[in-house]
Structure formats: structure tokens, C-alpha cells
């Protein structure tokens, strides 16, 4: 072990039960995508009390530190700070008193660990070749946190970003990263079918939205499994289907929502466009008429080929190379992905895990949980990545 791992440690050891507070905190007072006032707030107190430098934002919710260290060149590490609309029902001494509302995902473990880092490099910046910009980053469950924060110049002159989003099914002390694609782009769909209400006894001189749809759902699943190489990855999912509200009428329209997910760009556009033009030409075979609104959403989470090179060398550092695995890719979306079409980056998976512990539970979960050693592995696993990123002379914006 360096001297400089040996100094990250011994830090990581001696700021661990503030950090504790701190996500134990902001654990029990959970806030929505957009609504993270008091989060903000409680942020800047802590980089305040740590005398790290808060460069001052348009935005009402979210927050950036910079640590300056030696000349050198800029890195971003990037936390999400928002909580999700769910009732907890963990068995936590720090639950949420929020009702309705709680940590579900996470979220405030990685906010904990970015000023973690906050922490340990305002107490090592003597040695630290460039300058570190960490951004707390809000809205990221809803749309346009990340949007934000581009906006607002954060990713200036920065040459690589990283991120990390704990995993329940890894245990906890193991890191999990993969060059290229990692999570899904994601676009989102309603399509609303006009027929021609009626009695439900007399068919004949309706037109039934509610059939209409129905070959509407089964068309996009052969959409994907009839018109998309199976070498590559994409899923169409129907939601929601609304129509009619009584047995024996026949409705006039029927509404469905869904989402599309897609590995890589060509296949997200050759969905589009056989989506909007098979889902007409069939409505309209069938009598009906169809409005459609297609969202163009999140981009793929795709990985930089050096910078994970790099984190990966971090990673290895940080908890040894038999528990640093290969990521497995997902079809969930992370707004993570708009950071990395502006600079090259990486986004990993932080074991969080504890079959022992009770710990198994997924995202979104009312009773999901993460161990909280996950906090010490995630703070080293930044701060080195934060130092071998600036001090690599291969990747350049």
C-alpha cells in the first residue's frame, strides 16, 4: 500500500461515523425530484463546515463543490440527491418521516459518499494534480437534472466524469464496471385509439378501441422480436391501458402508455420509425383513428473506453482485483448518460448488497435497504478514481 492510499483510508476511517449522520439524515427527510430544497441547503452546510468551495448555481435545487489542488486539468464526480414517491417500509431507526416519500433508490448513499470525497480531498489537495468538481445533481427520477446542470456550465473544461449507482444484487465490498454500453436509452409512448361508441350487445355498428388495442399491444411485441436483429437489445412495454368505464358500452377511445428501450442509437431510430408507421397503417386497417406522442427521452449510458480503463484501475485499488466483477448491463435508463454525450465518462455499480444482513431488496422497493459499508467503499473507489483520472495523460474532452 502508498502512502497515498494509506492517508485515503485512515481519512475514510476517521470521517465514516459523521458520514453515518449524514445519510442517516438525509435518509429521514427524503425530497422529490425538483423539490430537494432543504437537501440543497443541507449540502452546502456541509461543504461549508468542510470550508470546500460551492460555485454558485441558477438553480434552485442542487449544488457544486470544487476542490483546487496543484495545476492540473478538471474531473467531474457526479451524485443524484432526489428520493422517489413510496411509502417506506424498512425497519430503519432512521426511516423516513416524510409520509409518502423516501430514499428508495439510494440516493442519498451517493450524495454521502460525494461529500465523502468532498471531505478527503479538501484534506489532501496538496497532492492533488488538478481539481476535482462534484455535482449534486437533482431531479434525477423525474426529467431534466442532468439537462440542468449542463446548462449551467458544470461540465466546462471538464475532461472525464464519473458516477456510481449502488447495486442490491452485488454484495457489498464488490464493484461492478463495464467498458461500452451499460443502460438502456429510454423513450416513452401514449397512443390514443378513436373508434366509434356503442352498445356492448350491438358490436356491429361500433368501432371497439378496446380490440383495436389489443392488436395494438400484441403488434409491438413482434415489433421488437420480428423487426430487430436478435444480436441486439430492445424491449417495448405497454403500462397502461385505459378504456371505457362501465360493462356494456363501448368506449369511444382507448388510451395506452408504454416505454421503449434500446441498446445503441440506430436501433432506437429503426423502432421510431416502424413504430409510428406499423401502429397507424394497422389502427387504421381496423376502422379506427390514432394520435401518437413519442418521447425522445434518455440516451444510452455507454462507457469510455479509457476512463473505465482508469476507474477500473481504481476499483482494483480500492477492494482488490477478485471483487471487481464485470458489470452486467440493464434496460433502466440513468440520465447519467446526457454527462457523457458532453465529456467521456463512466458510470459503475457499487455493491450494496448483504443476504446476511436482510439486505436484498431492489430499487423502488418499499422495504429496499443498503449496507451502509458500501459508504467506505464508494468514497475510496471516487477519491482514487478522482486522482488517477487527473493524473492520466491519455484521456482528453
Given at each position: ?89 424498512a425497519n430503519l431507526p432512521f426511516r423516513s418521516v416524510i409520509d409518502g ?297
Open positions: 500500500m502508498n502512502q497515498l492510499e494509506t492517508h485515503i483510508d485512515a481519512l475514510v476511517d476517521k470521517y465514516f461515523s459523521r458520514l453515518l449522520e449524514i445519510r442517516r439524515h438525509l435518509h429521514m427527510y427524503p425530497e422529490l425530484s425538483n423539490q430537494e430544497f432543504q437537501t440543497t441547503i443541507f449540502i452546502n452546510q456541509e461543504l461549508d463546515k468542510a470550508n470546500i468551495k460551492k460555485l454558485s448555481l441558477n438553480s434552485k435545487t442542487g449544488a457544486c463543490a470544487e476542490i483546487t489542488g496543484l495545476e492540473g486539468p478538471i474531473v467531474a464526480l457526479r451524485a443524484d440527491i432526489d428520493a422517489l414517491p413510496i411509502q417506506e417500509e416519500v423516501a430514499h428508495m433508490c439510494g440516493h442519498d448513499v451517493h450524495t454521502t459518499i460525494a461529500l465523502g470525497v468532498g471531505f478527503i480531498l479538501q484534506e489532501l489537495k496538496h497532492l492533488l494534480p488538478g481539481t476535482v468538481r462534484i455535482i449534486f445533481q437533482p431531479a434525477e427520477e423525474a426529467e431534466g437534472g442532468a439537462e440542468k446542470m449542463i446548462a449551467e456550465g458544470l461540465l466546462n473544461d471538464v475532461k472525464a466524469i464519473v458516477g456510481l449507482h449502488n447495486m442490491p444484487d452485488l454484495p457489498v465490498g464488490t464493484i461492478g464496471i463495464k467498458e461500452g454500453f451499460l443502460m438502456a436509452s429510454v423513450d416513452d409512448f401514449s397512443i390514443k385509439i378513436k373508434g366509434k361508441g356503442g352498445h356492448a350487445a350491438l358490436p356491429e355498428k361500433a368501432i371497439d378501441p378496446i380490440v383495436i388495442g389489443s392488436a395494438v399491444v400484441n403488434l409491438l411485441q413482434t415489433l421488437v422480436s420480428r423487426t430487430i436483429s436478435p444480436k441486439e437489445s430492445a424491449v417495448i412495454t405497454v403500462g397502461a391501458f385505459q378504456a371505457g368505464n362501465t360493462n356494456n358500452v363501448i368506449p369511444e377511445f382507448a388510451i395506452l402508455k408504454g416505454t421503449v428501450r434500446t441498446s445503441n442509437e440506430s436501433v432506437r431510430k429503426q423502432i421510431q420509425t416502424s413504430f409510428q408507421t406499423l401502429v397507424q397503417n394497422l389502427v387504421h386497417s381496423l376502422g379506427g383513428e390514432v394520435e401518437i406522442d413519442y418521447d425522445i427521452l434518455l440516451p444510452t449510458v455507454f462507457n469510455h473506453s479509457k476512463v473505465t480503463k482508469v476507474v477500473r484501475e481504481a476499483a482494483i485499488t480500492t477492494v482488490g482485483t477478485d471483487n471487481v466483477v464485470t458489470a452486467e448491463s440493464t434496460m433502466g435508463g440513468e440520465d447519467f448518460s446526457f454527462y457523457q454525450q458532453e465529456v467521456p465518462g463512466c458510470f459503475l455499480w457499487l455493491g450494496s448488497g448483504n443476504q446476511e444482513k436482510g439486505i436484498t431488496y431492489g430499487w423502488h422497493h418499499p422495504k429496499f435497504m443498503v449496507d451502509e459499508e458500501a459508504i467506505k467503499v464508494g468514497v475510496k473507489l471516487m477519491t482514487h478514481a478522482a486522482f488517477e483520472l487527473l493524473a492520466d495523460s491519455t484521456i482528453s474532452n
